[in-house]
Each structure stands twice: as C-alpha cells, then as structure tokens.
C-alpha cells in the first residue's frame, strides 16, 4: 500500500494562533476551514474562516492540538504545504508555504500554481 503524502502541516506559532482565535470566539467551533479563492493578480488566495461543523468532504487535519477542516476544492491546490504564523515589524498573519506554487504576485496576496 502506499502512503498518501501529509496534505499539510501546521507549526507551532499557527497552532498556538488558532487556538487563541477559537478561543475568542464567542461560540463553539469545529476548528478553522483553509480554502482557495480566486482573487488578487495571481489568481488564488488562501481563505481562513472559522468552522461551525464539518462539511461533507472536507479534509480533516488534527494536529498540535487544533483541528484544521480542508475544504475540498483546495485540496489539490495545497498538498504539502505548511501553514505558519509570523509576527514582524511590521504585520503579523498566517504564511503559508507551498511547494507547488509556481509564483506570488508582487504583494504577497495571491499565488498560481
């Protein structure tokens, strides 16, 4: 048999974020839902919203102690790829590093692959 590739991982500092964020909320939720969007100049962006439950396909990644839901028209997009959370001089969100990106636009905001 063999083993299908980790879909994505998350770091420490991206888990840690997501739990505060769950935390703040002043409802329940399943985890955070990671999609694509067609935006920006590149044409894809990764969307993040919070998760009241579990679609019908979503992908479910349960990792460091937060569970990330995977929408399944993404799933294609970001095989392999890390979600991380960087805080710097100047902004702080969630990175992602994706081995299958082909190019970012000049800002930042959108990727092709």
Known sequence: MIERPALMSVSDAAAKQVQVLLGSRNKPSVGIRIGISTKGCSGMSYTLEFADEKGPFDEILEEKGVTILIDPKATMFIIGTEMDYVVDKLQS???FSNPNEKG????GESFHV
């Open 93 to 95: 969100g969630f990175v």
């Open 104 to 107: 970012r636009c000049g800002c």
